[in-house]
C-alpha cells in the first residue's frame, strides 16, 4: 500500500526500513508546489521511533556483514544498475522533483542528469583503490594500509537540490559498503522516496537503504545522536550543522558538513563583458538564488561598475517567473512563503543599512504568481560587506553589488566573509586569474565561468561553509575508514622481555 507511484499525486504512509514500506505512527504532511499550492503528496511525518527502527535496520544489516563483505566491484555494479534505472525513470524523477520544489521542469531534468552521473562515476570507480602496501624496511613484515567502511551512515539532506544532495552521500556511501538511512527535507521527499524502489530494483539488500521522512527535530535529530550511527553526513544550513555537529559528539561520530555560501563573483575590467554580465545573472538567479553556490555578491571592478551593473539589472527585470511546466518561465517560486519572507526581510535590512534598491525587492501579487512563494530577480548596489545583506546568506535571488580598485581589494572583500564555498573570478588576463584563484578561500573557483562541477572533481566548503569533501575520490574516502594490517610472516620471539645475563630479579 505505501510503495510510491512514479505518478504526480501519492501518498506514503511510512518510512522504508529493512526493504520494505513501514506504516507510521506520526501524522501525515501535505506537500504542496511552491509555484500555485497544487497538492503533490501526501507524505509520513515519521517520529523519532520510525528513524530509532530505520536505524536498528541499518545497524543489522552492517553488522550481519553481508553489504561490507560484497566485493566492491559488485556493489559497483549495483550503482551502475541504479544509474540505469534512473535514466529509464527520469521523466517521473524529474516531474517529482519539479513539483515538490516548483523549479522548471527542463532544470529538474538536468538535476536527475546530474543524479545519474553521480551512480555512473562511483559505479565506475568501484576496485580501482584497495589501500596501499607500505615498504617497511623490515624483510618479514608485510604491511598494508586497507580501507574499511565507517559502518552506519545518518544522511541529512536540503529542500534545493533533493535527489542531488541525496545522491552525493547514497552512492559512496553504498560503495564504500555501509549502510544507511536517509532524511530528506520534509518540505521536497519525494525522489528520495522514490529512490528507495529504485535500489531496492537495482540488488541492494534489504536494510542496506533505509528512509525516514519527517522534520529535522524529530527524525533528524536521532540520526545526529543516536549511538548506533558512525557517520552523520549533512547538507543544510549553518545553524542546523552546528546543532548537529553537537549533537554527533556524544557519540564522537563522523561529521560531515556541507553547509552555506556568500560566494564573491569578481568581475575585472578586462573581463569578456558579454560573458561577465550573461553569467552574473545566472550566478545568483539561477534557482531563484536558492544554490548554496550562487555567486550572491557582485564584486566589480570600480571602472566599469556604472555600466556593468546598468546592463545587469536590464535583464534582470526581463527574467520571467513561472512555475514548473510553464514554457515561458526562466526561474521558479521560492521554495515557500515563510521563506520568500526572510529573503523579502533581508533585503529591507540591506536598504535600512543604505544599500540602494535598483530593480525587484517586493512581493508579487499578481493572479499568476499570487498563488506561489514568488520573488523576483533583485539587485542591491552601494553595498558595504558589514551589510548582513551581504554576511549572511538569504538563499533567495538577491544580488548584492560591490566595488574595487585594485586586486588585493578584490581579493580581500571575496574573502570577507565566515563561508568559503565558491566563487568566481572574471579576467582576460591569465597571470592574474591564477593569482587571484590561489588567494580566493573558497572550495571551489571558477574562472570565466560559474557553476559548473562535474563528480570527478570534489564539492566542498572552508570555513564555516562546512567541513570534507563531497564527489570525487575525497567524496569517497569520507565513507571509508582507514586500517593499518601488519603481517610478520616468519614469526618469533622478540626476546624483548628475556632474563638478562645477570639474572632474573623476584
Ligand atoms: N554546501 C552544499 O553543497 C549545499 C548544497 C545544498 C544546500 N546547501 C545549504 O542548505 C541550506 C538550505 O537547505 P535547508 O533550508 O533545507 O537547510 P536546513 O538546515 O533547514 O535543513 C536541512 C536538513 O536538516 C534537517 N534538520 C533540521 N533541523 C535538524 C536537526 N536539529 N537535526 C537534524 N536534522 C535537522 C532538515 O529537516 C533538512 O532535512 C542552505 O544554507 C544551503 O546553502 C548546501
Ligand atoms: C551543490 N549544488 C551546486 C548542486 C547545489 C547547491 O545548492
Not at 536498528?56 to 555494479?77: C, I, Q, V
Not at 562511483?122 to 567502511?149: E, L, Q
Not at 545553524?239 to 559528539?249: L, N, S
Not at 572550495?443 to 570534507?468: C, K, L, M, R
Amino acid at each position: 500500500m505505501n510503495s510510491p507511484q512514479l505518478s504526480q499525486t501519492h501518498t506514503v504512509r511510512g518510512s522504508y526500513v529493512d526493504g520494505g514500506w513501514r506504516q507510521s505512527a506520526g501524522g501525515i504532511r501535505s506537500i504542496n508546489c511552491p509555484a500555485d499550492g497544487t497538492h503533490v503528496a501526501d507524505v509520513a511525518e515519521c517520529t523519532s521511533a520510525d528513524a530509532e527502527a530505520a536505524v536498528a535496520s541499518a545497524r543489522k544489516a552492517f553488522d550481519d556483514g553481508g553489504w561490507p563483505g560484497t566485493p566492491e566491484l559488485e556493489r559497483g555494479a549495483i550503482l551502475l544498475r541504479v544509474a540505469g534505472l534512473l535514466q529509464r525513470d527520469k521523466a517521473g524523477y524529474a516531474a517529482a522533483e519539479a513539483l515538490d520544489t516548483g523549479k522548471r521542469l527542463v532544470e529538474a531534468e538536468y538535476d536527475i542528469d546530474d543524479v545519474i552521473a553521480c551512480f555512473r562515476y562511483y559505479g565506475s570507480v568501484a576496485g580501482t583503490d584497495a589501500g596501499r602496501v607500505i615498504d617497511t624496511g623490515r624483510p618479514g613484515a608485510i604491511s598494508r594500509v586497507v580501507h574499511a567502511p565507517v559502518g552506519v551512515c545518518g544522511l541529512i539532506t536540503p529542500w534545493n537540490y533533493p535527489l542531488l544532495q541525496a545522491s552525493w552521500k547514497v552512492a559512496p556511501a553504498l560503495l564504500a559498503g555501509n549502510t544507511f538511512v536517509l532524511k530528506p527535507s520534509e518540505l521536497t521527499p519525494s525522489t528520495s522516496i522514490l529512490l528507495m524502489d529504485t535500489l531496492r530494483e537495482a540488488g541492494v539488500p534489504d536494510g542496506v537503504a533505509n528512509l525516514v521522512t519527517g522534520t529535522g527535530p524529530e527524525v533528524g535529530a536521532v540520526l545526529s545522536s543516536d549511538p548506533r550511527i558512525d557517520l552523520v553526513s549533512f547538507t543544510g544550513g549553518l545553524e542546523t550543522g552546528k546543532r548537529i555537529m553537537v549533537a554527533a559528539a556524544e557519540t564522537v561520530k563522523r561529521v560531515a558538513l556541507e553547509l552555506g555560501g556568500k560566494n564573491p563573483n569578481v568581475v575585472f575590467a578586462d573581463a569578456d563583458r558579454e560573458a561577465a554580465i550573461d553569467n552574473a545573472l545566472t550566478a545568483v538567479f539561477l534557482n531563484s538564488g536558492q544554490v548554496c553556490s550562487a555567486g550572491t555578491r557582485l564584486i566589480v571592478e570600480e571602472s566599469i561598475h556604472e555600466e556593468f551593473v546598468a546592463e545587469v539589472v536590464r535583464r534582470a527585470r526581463q527574467i520571467r517567473l513561472g512555475g514548473p511546466f510553464d514554457q515561458e518561465a526562466q526561474t521558479g517560486p521560492l521554495i515557500s512563503t515563510a521563506h520568500r519572507d526572510k529573503v523579502h526581510a533581508y533585503v529591507q535590512a540591506g536598504v535600512a543599512e543604505g544599500a540602494r534598491l535598483l530593480c525587484g525587492g517586493f512581493i508579487p501579487d499578481t493572479p499568476e504568481l499570487g498563488r506561489g512563494s514568488f520573488y523576483p530577480p533583485t539587485v542591491l548596489d552601494g553595498c558595504k560587506t558589514s551589510m548582513r545583506v551581504v554576511q549572511e546568506e538569504s538563499f533567495g535571488p538577491v544580488m548584492t553589488v560591490e566595488t574595487f580598485t585594485t586586486e588585493e581589494e578584490a581579493v580581500r572583500l571575496a574573502n570577507d566573509t565566515v563561508y568559503g564555498l565558491a566563487g568566481a573570478v572574471w579576467t582576460a588576463d591569465a597571470s592574474k586569474a591564477q593569482r587571484v584563484s590561489e588567494a580566493l578561500r573558497h572550495g571551489t573557483v571558477w574562472i570565466n565561468d560559474y557553476h559548473p562541477y562535474v563528480p570527478q572533481a570534489e564539492w566542498g566548503g572552508f570555513g564555516q561553509s562546512g567541513n570534507g569533501r563531497e564527489l570525487g575520490l575525497a567524496g569517497l574516502a569520507e565513507y571509508r575508514e582507514t586500517k593499518h594490517i601488519w603481517q610478520n610472516i616468519s614469526p618469533g620471539p622478540s626476546h624483548w622481555f628475556e632474563p638478562s645475563q645477570a639474572g632474573v630479579q623476584q
